[in-house]
Nanobody, 126 residues
Framework: QVRPVESGGGSVQAGGSLRLSCAAA???????MGWFRQAPGKEREGVAS???????SYADSVKGRFAISKDNAKNILYLQMNNLKPEDSAMYYC?????????????????????WGQGTQVTVSS
């Protein structure tokens, strides 16, 4: 089972930028990888994901500010976060699913097909 490993979290002021990275070795041509986040007292939510067909999905709250990309040669998933807001503060989790049809679950945090990383904290101060 794949085990994603995140890095790149930290603290930044509002309007700043951060880039998250996630290493996950997937050996299937059919896969999804995504970023989810969970703030204290709130449910985990989908932020952005990429499908093996090259398409990407974003939560409305991050469209135009966040960009997801994947380096297939290095098996690393990135999340570039620009114009960060205090409400973006959360624990960010990388999720990966290989060999399963994840098309309908790209931003669904409670889909049982995901393998989860340990998370990386992002804190945005006003």
């Amino acid at each position: 089972q794949v085990r994603p490993v995140e890095s790149g979290g930290g603290s930044v002021q509002a309007g700043g930028s951060l880039r998250l990275s996630c290493a996950a070795a997937l050996y299937s041509h059919l896969y999804c990888m995504g970023w989810f986040r969970q703030a204290p007292g709130k449910e985990r939510e989908g932020v952005a994901s990429v499908h093996s067909d090259g398409t990407t999905s974003y939560a409305d709250s991050v469209k135009g500010r966040f960009a997801i990309s994947k380096d297939n040669a290095k098996n690393i998933l990135y999340l570039q976060m620009n114009n960060l807001k205090p409400e973006d503060s959360a624990m960010y989790y990388c999720a990966a699913a290989g060999g399963e049809d994840c098309t309908d679950y790209r931003l669904t945090p409670d889909w049982l097909g995901w393998s989860w990383g340990q998370g990386t904290q992002v804190t945005v101060s006003s």
